[in-house]
């Protein structure tokens, strides 16, 4: 069981990278952050398949300029 000190250290640690999809979108300027933000956290629980879900929107659809990677 973890004490509430390495439970706080260990989400510290793993909250930036469950957000990789969300981070990546919003720097690629991509047209459906919002969706690719609302797939990745609400998602993320079943198996972690909204993580790839959003993953995957948010390195193939196009960014701001219109323009696939």
């Known amino acids: 069981m973890l004490t509430p000190q ?3 250290v260990t989400l510290l640690v793993l909250i930036p990278f469950m957000l990789v999809p969300s981070f ?3 720097w690629r300027g991509h047209l ?3 969706k690719v933000v ?3 956290l609400l998602l993320l629980p079943v198996f972690g398949i909204g993580w ?3 993953l ?6 196009p960014g ?3 323009q696939s990677p």
């Open 38 to 40: 609302a797939i990745n």
């Open 24 to 26: 990546i979108a919003f």
């Open 6 to 8: 390495e439970l706080i």
């Open 64 to 66: 701001r300029d219109g």
């Open 32 to 34: 459906q952050l919002k």
């Open 56 to 61: 995957i929107m948010a390195v193939t659809g």
């Open 52 to 54: 790839i879900i959003a």
